[in-house]
């Protein structure tokens, strides 16, 4: 390896795109492709990275196998960093596994936490955790040390483990020091900032207030009976019962759980679950069929009574009832909180990350575009959706042969 192709990849490992550029921008040789795909992606042109990078795997061969398997992880992370979350699985873990074959540990380790990272971004949780349980930070790099922290930290977010997450990040912040990495310190930043960031809103006895992660994780650990809106059940101290695929019986026990102690009226009842401003006896007659419904969903946590003008919760183990809400409610909220991160998606990757079909979340977009909540850019297959943008950068990548660190 020249010399100018190790100090570009050292500028690259420190996190200075434009000084590995300075040395590398002229030659079209497969290193030299290679590591300006990494620094186009570090500067946030992640088209022209992609399109260097697969040039680069073309001109290194099939001799050249363990460059080309980099190449394939870096266009990976790149994929990743551009929200486009259905990048082929397989093509990674075959370059994993030839990394792996050849003794570069790093950049397999990299590999195996990119998908990890896509795991989490998708929501299926369980899978990231026995991914992420087979990997050890410690022999690591500090950059990689640090997204491995960065990893156990969205998990423990999502899991409502506010300690456990504040703990990852601060190991993350310190690996990011030694790492000396502006763009992977600002991830960790943002990552802070979401847990310093209201979870959701307590409504209790009419009242509302916003809380952080861990006042959401100490009020389900507590022994109220929670009406939960952000996942769409019912719970006590003991047990818990999914509404998520009853929609009608959820508005029905949210109305009557922001009303309690007191009753609900029939007719706000059949407002609120129906979405109709004016009822008749047969919206009266589906309402007593709906509340028999709900009764015996909820009848291990709570008995629901008719009253003279309604009806009423009445906990059988809980003091008290409160409603656990989004701490913004529209009809496309899933939609923003998605592109809250300040990344450019897809309407496909959104769709994968909502478990919607596309058509649908086109349609939300549509909306909140015509709303000015949000905007797009490119067309057709490259049309992406954002929030008001912020730069967003590829961690390092390691394309030539891990570097020796002080």
């Known amino acids: 390896m020249d010399s100018l192709i190790t100090a570009a990849a050292r500028a690259l490992a420190a996190g200075d795109p434009l000084g590995a550029l300075k040395r590398v921008a002229l030659r079209d040789d497969a290193p030299a492709l290679a590591l300006r795909g990494i620094a186009m992606a570090q500067l946030g042109d992640h088209v022209r990275a992609k399109a260097l990078l697969r040039s680069a795997a073309q001109a290194f061969g099939k001799k050249e196998a363990v460059a080309r398997a980099r190449c394939v992880v870096a266009e990976a992370e790149i994929a990743l960093a551009s929200r486009d979350l259905a990048w082929p699985a397989k093509a990674l873990d075959a370059a994993r596994a030839t990394l792996e074959e050849h003794g570069d540990r790093?950049?397999?380790?990299?590999?195996?936490?990119?998908?990890?990272?896509?795991?989490?971004?998708?929501?299926?949780?369980?899978?990231?955790?026995?991914?992420?349980?087979?990997?050890?930070?410690?022999?690591f790099?500090?950059?990689?040390?640090?997204?491995?922290?960065l990893v156990?930290?969205?998990?423990?977010?999502?899991?409502?483990?506010?300690?456990?997450?504040?703990?990852?990040?601060?190991?993350?912040?310190?690996?990011a020091r030694h790492a000396g990495i502006p763009a992977l310190a600002a991830e960790i930043e943002s990552a802070l900032l979401v847990l310093n960031t209201p979870a959701a809103r307590l409504?209790?006895?009419?009242?509302?207030?916003?809380?952080?992660?861990?006042?959401?994780e100490a009020l389900l650990a507590?022994?109220?009976?929670?009406?939960?809106?952000?996942?769409?059940?019912?719970?006590?101290?003991?047990?818990?019962?999914?509404?998520?695929?009853?929609?009608?019986?959820?508005?029905?026990?949210?109305?009557?759980?922001?009303?309690?102690?007191?009753?609900?009226?029939?007719?706000?009842?059949?407002?609120?679950?129906?979405?109709?401003?004016?009822?008749?006896?047969?919206?009266?007659?589906?309402?007593?069929?709906?509340?028999?419904?709900l009764r015996r969903m909820l009848r291990t946590l709570a008995?629901?009574?008719?009253?003279?003008?309604?009806?009423?919760?009445?906990?059988?183990?809980?003091?008290?009832?409160?409603?656990?809400?989004?701490?913004?409610?529209?009809?496309?909220?899933?939609?923003?909180?998605?592109?809250a991160d300040g990344e450019s998606w897809s309407?496909?990757?959104?769709?994968?990350?909502?478990?919607?079909?596309?058509?649908?979340?086109?349609?939300?977009?549509?909306?909140?575009?015509?709303?000015?909540?949000?905007?797009?850019?490119?067309?057709?297959r490259a049309r992406r959706w954002t929030t008001p943008p912020m730069p967003g950068f590829a961690t390092a990548l390691l394309l030539p042969a891990p570097l020796a660190f002080d």
């Not at 998520?244 to 009842?269: H, I, M, Y």
Request: proline share 4%; glycine share 4%.
């Open 106 to 139: 790093v950049n397999a380790a990299h590999a195996r936490y990119l998908e990890v990272r896509r795991l989490l971004l998708i929501g299926r949780l369980d899978e990231a955790e026995r991914a992420l349980a087979e990997l050890y930070p410690t022999p």
């Open 203 to 216: 409504i209790e006895g009419g009242a509302e207030r916003l809380l952080l992660l861990e006042e959401v």
């Open 222 to 293: 507590s022994k109220a009976f929670v009406v939960d809106a952000c996942r769409h059940v019912v719970r006590d101290e003991s047990k818990v019962v999914s509404l998520a695929k009853r929609p009608v019986l959820f508005a029905l026990a949210r109305a009557l759980g922001e009303a309690w102690p007191g009753d609900v009226s029939r007719d706000t009842l059949i407002a609120r679950a129906f979405r109709l401003k004016l009822a008749d006896e047969s919206h009266r007659a589906r309402l007593r069929v709906e509340m028999g419904r």
């Open 347 to 380: 309407t496909s990757a959104l769709a994968l990350a909502l478990g919607a079909s596309q058509r649908t979340v086109q349609r939300a977009l549509d909306s909140l575009a015509a709303a000015c909540k949000v905007q797009s850019f490119g067309r057709g």
């Open 152 to 175: 156990v930290a969205g998990i423990a977010m999502r899991r409502l483990r506010a300690k456990a997450a504040r703990a990852a990040l601060a190991r993350a912040e310190s690996a």
């Open 303 to 339: 008995d629901v009574s008719a009253t003279k003008r309604g009806f009423a919760l009445a906990p059988r183990r809980a003091c008290e009832v409160v409603v656990l809400a989004r701490p913004v409610e529209e009809k496309h909220a899933a939609v923003l909180a998605f592109l």
């Open 141 to 149: 790099p500090p950059a990689l040390t640090a997204v491995h922290e």
